[in-house]
């Protein structure tokens, strides 16, 4: 794979082109039949139809055909540490974290270990179209040190942090309020901002901070600029059982990260299922986002997300792949079991609504919606481009739709990663299909 690519000679990429306009409202796009889209110096230079757009001298042509181009994929809530504890049986969410994630997160004391990991995992989103993703390391320096090297090789726009746990898991995986705070502080200082790298305080979730160690992340959260939070949120009823017995004092889950001043802007909670209206009222007076991480939450049985009511009342929502929890880093298996948990509470997921969530709906969660997940001039060039007939059976079937919603349908429900063509970020091709 390419790194350090020479950014610096235009490009023009052919191919339909779809890009949505708005991070609220997944009915506003422009679709050009035959687009073209104009790199420069890592960014978008112009996009539109290709009679009208102007390519620029010497500029590199790539015709992708039929395929079609869209902005590069957000994964909104995932664990880079887990790549080799996907598709672990038999286990609730619980049983699951002690069973298989905790001794696995514990090799991540070693940098060798983490690094492989590290870069093994990014290969692997770019090769599913995902440019930017929002992670969780391990409690290990040295496991972020290795992510956020890889992702700055590669020129990636990544969110990520050091988890901090400082009570009910192994020894080995314990910190404390001061090395939560002052780990966090030393690595926001040498990675947030450094190329496209971003920082995010990520304490796992409330049961394993103590009350000291959540008003640590409160802090840092509140004083350090443009930082990110993430944690999880209402994904398991026994989970939440457990949190109640812990913060009696509190309303309830989400409460909980409220009284520590862990809710706001570029705050992301994976999962958030078992809300209350109090709870969606909460999300979006606090300008907190939440992400749907579909097929962890059927493979661990964790429940059905509530999509229509939390979007209805305005909330920011990314979709997320959680591995290893969740079962796929393909964002066509993420969408396809968004639609399944969306049939369960008898609501459509429209496939624009899901490729929308995937892009520039995923960029706002992010509060990156002025800088990714749009092809549009000034925008970060990530991009990725999508072979529409990518399976015999995509191809039988592609004979048979009428719109743009059935082709998009259709990927949704048969494409895996053979339909990634190419990925691109800051305007350099990161992955080519073979
Ligand atoms: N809750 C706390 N940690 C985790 C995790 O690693 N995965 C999931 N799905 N839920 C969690
Ligand atoms: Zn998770």
């Given at each position: 794979m390419s790194a350090n690519p020479d950014i610096n000679s235009p490009l023009a990429l052919k191919g339909q082109v779809l890009s949505f306009n708005d991070g609220a409202d997944a009915s506003q796009y422009d679709y050009w039949e035959k687009g073209c889209v104009v790199i420069e110096d890592g960014l978008i230079a112009a996009v539109g139809d290709a009679a009208s757009v102007t390519v620029p001298e010497g500029a590199g042509v790539v015709d992708h055909g039929d395929d079609l181009i869209m902005a590069g994929f957000v994964d909104g809530h995932v664990h880079y540490p887990q790549m080799s504890v996907i598709a672990s049986y038999g286990a609730k969410l619980i049983d699951w974290l002690n069973t298989y994630t905790f001794p696995e997160e514990a090799k991540f004391s070693n940098e060798d270990y983490a690094s492989a990991t590290a870069e093994f995992f990014l290969a692997e989103s770019l090769k599913n179209g995902y440019t930017t993703s929002a992670v969780f390391c391990t409690i290990h320096p040295q496991s972020v040190d290795a992510f956020f090297s890889e992702a700055e090789r590669l020129g990636l726009r990544m969110v990520a942090g050091k988890v901090l746990m400082d009570r009910h898991v192994p020894d080995n995986l314990c910190d404390t309020p001061q090395l939560a705070y002052d780990q966090s502080k030393t690595l926001i200082e040498k990675w947030?901002?450094?190329?496209r790298n971003l920082y995010a305080i990520t304490p796992?979730?409330?049961?394993?901070?103590t009350p000291e160690q959540l008003e640590v992340a409160g802090a840092l959260y509140q004083e350090s600029d443009g930082v990110y939070v993430q944690s999880h949120v209402s994904e398991n009823v026994d989970e939440i059982k457990w949190v109640g017995e812990l913060f009696p004092e509190a309303n309830s889950y989400l409460d909980v990260y409220k009284r520590f001043n862990l809710l706001g802007p570029r705050s992301l909670y994976g999962h958030g299922i078992h809300f209350s209206d109090a709870d969606i009222a909460m999300t979006v007076e606090t300008d907190t986002s939440i992400v749907h991480c579909p097929t962890s939450n059927l493979f661990l049985g964790s429940g059905l997300f509530d999509y229509e009511s939390l979007r209805d009342a305005g909330a920011r929502i990314a979709l997320g792949t959680d591995v290893g929890g969740g079962t796929s880093l393909s964002p066509f298996a993420t969408m396809k079991a968004a639609y399944e948990i969306a049939q369960f509470r008898d609501y459509s997921l429209s496939p624009f609504a899901a490729f929308h969530m995937l892009t520039l709906g995923g960029a706002r969660a992010l509060h990156l919606d002025d800088k990714i997940g749009r092809l549009a001039p000034g925008y970060e060039a990530d991009l990725t481009v999508l072979d529409l007939n990518s399976t015999d059976l995509i191809h039988h079937r592609m004979q048979n739709v009428d719109s743009l919603a059935d082709t998009l349908f259709a990927q949704i429900v048969l494409a895996d990663d053979r339909a990634i063509r190419a990925t691109y970020a800051n305007g350099a091709e990161v992955y080519k299909r073979n």
């Amino acid at each position: 794979m390419s790194a350090n690519p020479d950014i610096n000679s235009p490009l023009a990429l052919k191919g339909q082109v779809l890009s949505f306009n708005d991070g609220a409202d997944a009915s506003q796009y422009d679709y050009w039949e035959k687009g073209c889209v104009v790199i420069e110096d890592g960014l978008i230079a112009a996009v539109g139809d290709a009679a009208s757009v102007t390519v620029p001298e010497g500029a590199g042509v790539v015709d992708h055909g039929d395929d079609l181009i869209m902005a590069g994929f957000v994964d909104g809530h995932v664990h880079y540490p887990q790549m080799s504890v996907i598709a672990s049986y038999g286990a609730k969410l619980i049983d699951w974290l002690n069973t298989y994630t905790f001794p696995e997160e514990a090799k991540f004391s070693n940098e060798d270990y983490a690094s492989a990991t590290a870069e093994f995992f990014l290969a692997e989103s770019l090769k599913n179209g995902y440019t930017t993703s929002a992670v969780f390391c391990t409690i290990h320096p040295q496991s972020v040190d290795a992510f956020f090297s890889e992702a700055e090789r590669l020129g990636l726009r990544m969110v990520a942090g050091k988890v901090l746990m400082d009570r009910h898991v192994p020894d080995n995986l314990c910190d404390t309020p001061q090395l939560a705070y002052d780990q966090s502080k030393t690595l926001i200082e040498k990675w947030h901002g450094k190329g496209r790298n971003l920082y995010a305080i990520t304490p796992r979730f409330a049961p394993t901070s103590t009350p000291e160690q959540l008003e640590v992340a409160g802090a840092l959260y509140q004083e350090s600029d443009g930082v990110y939070v993430q944690s999880h949120v209402s994904e398991n009823v026994d989970e939440i059982k457990w949190v109640g017995e812990l913060f009696p004092e509190a309303n309830s889950y989400l409460d909980v990260y409220k009284r520590f001043n862990l809710l706001g802007p570029r705050s992301l909670y994976g999962h958030g299922i078992h809300f209350s209206d109090a709870d969606i009222a909460m999300t979006v007076e606090t300008d907190t986002s939440i992400v749907h991480c579909p097929t962890s939450n059927l493979f661990l049985g964790s429940g059905l997300f509530d999509y229509e009511s939390l979007r209805d009342a305005g909330a920011r929502i990314a979709l997320g792949t959680d591995v290893g929890g969740g079962t796929s880093l393909s964002p066509f298996a993420t969408m396809k079991a968004a639609y399944e948990i969306a049939q369960f509470r008898d609501y459509s997921l429209s496939p624009f609504a899901a490729f929308h969530m995937l892009t520039l709906g995923g960029a706002r969660a992010l509060h990156l919606d002025d800088k990714i997940g749009r092809l549009a001039p000034g925008y970060e060039a990530d991009l990725t481009v999508l072979d529409l007939n990518s399976t015999d059976l995509i191809h039988h079937r592609m004979q048979n739709v009428d719109s743009l919603a059935d082709t998009l349908f259709a990927q949704i429900v048969l494409a895996d990663d053979r339909a990634i063509r190419a990925t691109y970020a800051n305007g350099a091709e990161v992955y080519k299909r073979n």
